[in-house]
């Protein structure tokens, strides 16, 4: 991050106080004024602790991290992913371009759209009965296997899109080693009408390569080892390993290398929910990324969604020093939206060392976690209007419900607007007192507020609006990653564990192994072998 304007930024904090109530009070067109629509979502960020030469100071630390620039590297391909040597490409894979890109010697758009089509009559064949399972009956379950990447992005989508699913089919999404994940879904499905779908970019990945196996052996036994070839397919880079694993890759769905796992919901790995939804409704889903992918391009940056997001963020983390922000979808079909964000943003930006390899001296990528109102209010709603800590939280809601019974949807978006309203202006102790709360309580009753949000708010969830909200969180990440000066694309810090799990495997399978691990290590895998099942 460029220091001098780092330190104006906490000059900025440190010499001028920012009151909501105030700020509001002096400026009657500040709503007005910070409120931003694009690609179907509007942002109210007024209530946040900025005004418009914090706002300033903010544009120009993006503009002085050269953030167009950046922009547009990643967009025509440039290998800005250099610790991979490799494109970030997620933009192409929801372009609706068919040619003029090439990459590596890769007609990148070409090649986006034959997988696409491919995914289109596949799904379809599935939708209308066509593709049959070995006993000839309809497939009716489809069960993805994969993990982080090649799990989070179509399961939370899944849930998100309910509405527009093909009920008569239903999606399960087994991603945990613990076998337990599978045990319980094979309970659930036939093994005549199910179809999996092993997604998994390498191919290689242990949870993934294990369940794939558990599942194979179970269908097998049930129909066949020639039933394989009705009841599998694949979604990978590697046509190899799919090939050795049994799977025919006539049907096998490929990506590239320039699709990192946790921006490959829009690629191949979104066959299932394909499926679900079906091939025009995916498209409307990538034309609402791309709707936010062209914003994110071409807007400036004082009026640009994911922009301001991702400088607000800098704000409280690097200014205030908020370790965290919540994202508060008011929908539960966005209930896994946060787990999905959780990856999105804690594996691009959890990064301690900057693109020259030196530690950083500054926060970088924030804690994030949340959970769907109004639920989380009666739980830790709490702790964001009373505690000692700056919380800052983005509030998600929609216009219309998918479900409109009674005044649900009134009583759970007159919350929505009644959290954000309180958290900003809170209630003072002459406020308290002139409802009569007993002196001794006022200080208990009394919420400080200044608590900031922002709200996202669009007229219904629809593929096009989820598309949307997706791609807005990823440019913003991005953006954070540009001016933290780390490298968002690679996931380093995962690997550690994987080698030492790989190695520990084997002592566990053979107890008569000699553990050189450090004291609590040691101790802790003896008691698991002396307390292990056995047979
Ligand atoms: C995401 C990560 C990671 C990855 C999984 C699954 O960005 O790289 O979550 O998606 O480890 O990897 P495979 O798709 O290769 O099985």
Redesign the pocket.
């Known amino acids: 991050m460029d220091i001098d304007t780092a330190e104006l930024l906490a000059g900025q904090i440190e010499s001028r106080e920012m009151n909501l109530k105030t700020l509001f009070a002096e400026d009657p067109a500040r709503a007005e004024k910070m409120t931003v629509s694009a690609a179907g979502w509007t942002l109210d960020y007024s209530k946040n602790l900025v005004d418009e030469p914090t706002m300033k100071l903010l544009v120009r630390l993006a503009e002085k991290a050269n953030l167009k620039q950046e922009i547009e590297a990643m967009f025509n391909g440039v290998h800005i992913n250099k610790t991979e040597d490799r494109a970030v490409l997620h933009t192409a894979l929801r372009s609706s371009k068919t040619s003029g890109l090439v990459v590596d010697g890769q007609d990148v758009y070409g090649d986006v759209q034959a997988v696409l089509k491919q995914m289109g009559e596949f799904a379809n064949l599935i939708r209308t009965g066509k593709w049959l399972g070995a006993t000839g009956k309809r497939i009716k379950y489809i069960v993805n296997i994969?993990?982080?990447?090649?799990?989070?992005g179509p399961a939370m989508a899944y849930q998100a899109l309910a509405p527009f699913t093909k009920r008569s089919l239903k999606c399960f999404f087994v991603s945990n080693v613990d076998a337990t994940h599978m045990a319980e879904t094979l309970l659930q499905i036939k093994a005549d009408q199910t179809l999996f779908i092993v997604?998994?970019?390498?191919?290689?990945?242990q949870e993934?390569m294990t369940n794939a196996h558990t599942a194979r052996a179970w269908l097998v036994e049930k129909l066949g080892d020639a039933a394989v070839a009705k009841h599998f397919v694949a979604v990978?880079t590697n046509a190899a390993k799919v090939a050795e694993f049994g799977i025919d890759t006539a049907n096998m769905f490929g990506f590239w290398d320039w699709v990192?796992?946790?921006?490959?919901m829009p690629s191949a790995?979104g066959l299932s929910l394909m499926i679900a939804i079906g091939p025009t409704q995916y498209k409307r889903l990538l034309s609402g990324y791309e709707a936010m992918d062209r914003h994110f391009r071409t807007a400036p940056f004082k009026r640009n969604l994911p922009v301001l997001l991702a400088l607000l963020g800098i704000l409280y983390s690097n200014g205030y020093g908020a370790d965290s922000y919540a994202v508060l979808p008011y929908d539960q079909y966005l209930a896994r939206f946060p787990a999905y964000l959780q990856?999105l943003d804690m594996?691009s930006n959890g990064k301690s060392v900057d693109r020259e390899g030196n530690p950083v001296d500054y926060m970088t990528g924030p804690i994030v976690w949340g959970e769907p109102g109004t639920n989380g209010q009666h739980a830790f709603y709490q702790l964001i209007h009373q505690g000692t800590r700056l919380i800052p939280a983005d509030f998600i809601g929609f216009c219309k419900s998918h479900n409109p019974l009674s005044d649900h949807h009134d009583k759970l978006m007159a919350n929505f607007f009644a959290q954000t309203e309180a958290l900003a202006f809170g209630k003072t102790a002459e406020q308290c007192r002139a409802e009569g709360v007993p002196e001794n309580l006022v200080p208990f009753k009394t919420f400080e507020g200044n608590h900031p949000t922002n709200t996202l708010i669009a007229p219904e969830l629809t593929p096009k609006t989820l598309g949307a909200l997706i791609a807005l969180y990823e440019h913003k990440v991005f953006t954070q990653g540009i001016i933290w000066n780390i490298y968002s694309f690679d996931?380093w810090g995962?690997e550690l564990g994987k080698v030492l799990a790989g190695k520990i495997l084997k002592e566990l399978s053979d107890t008569t192994l000699p553990l050189a691990h450090d004291a609590s290590t040691n101790a802790l895998i003896a008691y698991y072998r002396a307390n292990k099942r056995t047979k």
């Open positions: 994969g993990i982080g990447g090649s799990d989070l997604a998994s970019k390498t191919f290689t990945t993934t990978s990192g796992g946790r921006y490959s790995i990856q594996e996931q995962v």
